[in-house]
């Protein structure tokens, strides 16, 4: 028995796996009652997702929903009699599983109601008949609201004990909170594309901090346990998607999700090196992309100047390569390196196209940060990013006060004769100590990383 209180079957492990010589027969009770379970859940699944198009069983809205409430309670007591009473544990760990697939469904549902009766968006949304829940009254939509979070949350949490109980708690108000955005009773692109975005940086940053190194959760059904927290945040950028025209904002939230499941997500499903790199890539790429396509909708919200357009679009790429290289599966030395080149091609382009003192302290700022990171961290690219961005920065600057130096004066004449003649006599002085230095900064410039 284990010393864990609890159904034993809760946290069995299990340990079968196939040999290699055996052979696919419809004779073996094993094959099929894998089968079985196989197409039982698609059945469920298939089932409960028409649900959401209802009007496919006679009676109201409310009626519905209580139906589809209480067979998802029957999903979790089906898991609970094949554990306890058929002590199998793989019928219970489907059913449960099914249980966490069948929530958001329900939770959709609710969330259409409360929208029937406490819609922000001012008038009620035209949508096709079989895509509306109608609650009764206020007070009905609330009950309904309540009284299904009071049964779905613990059926969530008692499934997650099942299927990754080391992180089970975390897992289950993860879960909750997720399908609690789609109570929301509003259906407007901003607002959702708002929420949307804050629900995806909270998903990826538990699965970047919590989830990917819990070994237990790297098996199949702890894959499944983290797949389902992610299933409130597609309807709810389906929803919108299907049944409303989707505005810039809302296409950046798209794109944002698209980067983190690029980058996040589908690089734990292979442990191919070449492959998690090149979805890492594709997912930071889309990143860039969509703040793109954001900076351009800020930009003509908030009016802003010329002279900041290019550094609004440019400068937030290297601040999100450089965050990425952070959560890189592979060496994130790559990321690092091409946030500073980024950083220091949007200075210096800015200042091209935006000649002037302001433009000229900024990329000698951005370049001076450039090359005091490279230093630190001992990376030739970016150190020498930094140095030419410097230069270029510096040159500017020294091609503007020349423009305005008159060298036709004798008093110029006699300032830079003085200023040559003192050059002169520094490095006869001090040539030998500075042979010895740069011999010494080409040797450290060798022992740093490329």
Not at 45 to 71: C, E, I, K, N, Y
Request: hydrophobic share 50%.
């Amino acid at each position: 028995m284990n010393n864990q209180s609890g159904p034993d079957f809760i946290f069995e492990v299990e340990d079968e796996k196939a040999k290699p010589q055996d052979t696919f027969r419809l004779t073996d009770t094993k094959t099929i009652s894998r089968i079985l379970r196989s197409l039982g859940a698609i059945i469920i699944v298939a089932s409960a997702s028409t649900f959401l198009f209802q009007h496919w069983t006679p009676g109201s809205d409310l009626q519905r929903f209580l139906l589809l409430l209480g067979f998802t309670a029957i999903l979790s007591l089906g898991g609970l009699f094949c554990g306890l009473r058929l002590q199998e544990s793989k019928g219970a760990r489907t059913l449960l599983g099914l249980t966490l697939a069948v929530t958001p469904i329900n939770f959709s549902i609710m969330g259409a109601l409360l929208f029937s009766q406490f819609s922000w968006d001012g008038s009620f949304a035209q949508l096709p008949g079989y895509a509306t829940w109608v609650a009764s009254s206020p007070g009905m939509a609330l009950l309904m609201a309540l009284g299904g979070i009071a049964v779905l949350a613990p059926l969530g949490h008692f499934s997650f004990m099942t299927l990754g109980h080391n992180r089970a708690k975390l897992l289950s108000v993860t879960f909750l909170i997720s399908n609690l955005t789609l109570l929301l009773p509003t259906r407007q692109p901003n607002a959702i594309a708002a929420v949307f975005m804050l629900l995806i940086a909270a998903l990826t940053f538990n699965e970047i901090s919590a989830f990917r190194k819990e070994t237990s959760l790297r098996t199949f059904e702890g894959i499944l346990s983290r797949t389902a927290l992610w299933i409130p945040a597609a309807i709810l950028i389906g929803r919108g998607c299907y049944f409303y025209t989707p505005n810039q904002l809302f296409v950046s939230a798209i794109l944002i999700a698209v980067a983190a499941l690029f980058f996040v997500i589908l690089p734990q499903f292979t442990g191919r090196a070449s492959w998690q790199r090149a979805s890492q890539i594709f997912g930071a790429i889309v990143a860039s992309v969509a703040w793109l396509n954001l900076a351009e909708l800020l930009d003509r919200s908030w009016r802003i100047g010329s002279d900041w357009e290019l550094l609004l679009a440019i400068m937030p790429i290297s601040g999100i390569l450089y965050l990425l290289s952070r959560f890189s599966l592979c060496s994130g030395r790559n990321y690092r390196r091409a946030a500073a080149i980024v950083a220091i091609l949007g200075g210096s382009a800015n200042l091209l196209f935006h000649s002037g003192l302001q433009a000229a302290l900024f990329c000698l700022l951005i370049s001076i940060s450039v090359l005091v990171y490279g230093y630190l961290c001992e990376q030739k690219i970016i150190f020498f990013s930094g140095a030419l961005g410097t230069l270029f920065g510096l040159g500017y600057q020294v091609k503007a006060a020349l423009h305005h130096f008159s060298l036709a004066g004798w008093s110029s004449l006699m300032v830079i004769g003085v200023a040559i003649i003192i050059s002169a006599s520094f490095l006869e002085r001090n040539g030998g100590r500075l042979r010895a230095r740069v011999q010494h900064v080409r040797t450290r410039l060798n022992q740093w990383e490329r």
